[in-house]
């Protein structure tokens, strides 16, 4: 079931009397219980299109469904079904506790007195911070910020959880412990999440959805398996015996011990010039989600 749908959503601005196009004409779905990554260059269009659905920017054109109701005309499906932490954790009170600040984005969030005692305490067990509930959120690490803002997101017990950069400023042990984490959200509590990040080993280790986003425009969407597939360009890389340089003299390649390595698009040219009994290896390249950031 399409959980999100996004239709021709286009958002621009005015700059010196032309338009910037922020978002332009977007379209996909998402399947509920998917993970999906948002990767792109800065400036693509990727917090554009998270703070469209969460209903804080108005679309010039397009709309934007969740579980097939039109947001700009049921807001409040919005409230009731996402989630969100945006980049920098700005749903936390830094001077305030771990519990002061559970239960005042609970009050916020209308969650009944009933059952609130018991879903702070299952969520911070949850995420491992039972013993620093009493603790000033600015006295804990980074990761446990991040931890705190999305328990505070998770309140509401939403089908949908937005994370902007979750694993910004993590260490490699927060970080493992954040992956681990978000995965659990999806195979054990059937979340559906959507992560922006600039983290390629987030979005490879944790999605099985991506978007890239390039110049306010989705280039790509698919299983991160799919898109390197599809976009491997026709490219090898060969291993052959040394005794195969005198062959190959006018073609780059590299030297290593006993064997010389090279990459060529045309298969065909180099086995009629070597003997193919001193090939030892060709691997198709693979292109890597990395090459849509730089």
Known sequence: MDIVKINNATKYYIKKKNKFYANNNISFNIKEGDI???????????????????????????????????????????????????????????FLTVDYNLRYFSYLNKINDSQLESRIKKLLEMFELTQKRKEVVNNLSRGMQQKVAIIIAMLKDPDILILDEPTLGLDVVSKTKMKNLLKSLKDKYGKTIIISSHDLDVIENVCNKVVIFEKGKVIKYGSISELKLKESE??????????????????????????????????????????????????KKVKSLESYLV
């Open 234 to 283: 026709d490219r090898y890389e060969i291993v052959l015996k040394s005794s195969e340089a005198v062959n190959l003299k006018d073609i780059s390649f590299e030297k290593e011990e006993g064997v010389i390595k090279l990459e060529t698009t045309n298969l065909e040219q180099i086995f009629n010039r070597v003997n193919t009994e001193n090939v030892i290896k060709v691997e």
């Open 36 to 94: 999906v990554g948002f990767l792109g260059k800065n400036g693509a269009g990727k917090t554009t299109l998270i703070k469209s659905i969460c209903n804080l920017i108005k679309l010039d054109s397009g709309s934007i469904c969740i579980k097939d109701k039109r947001i700009d005309k049921n807001p409040k499906v919005v409230h009731d079904n996402i989630g969100v932490v945006l980049e920098g954790a700005r749903n936390l009170y830094n």
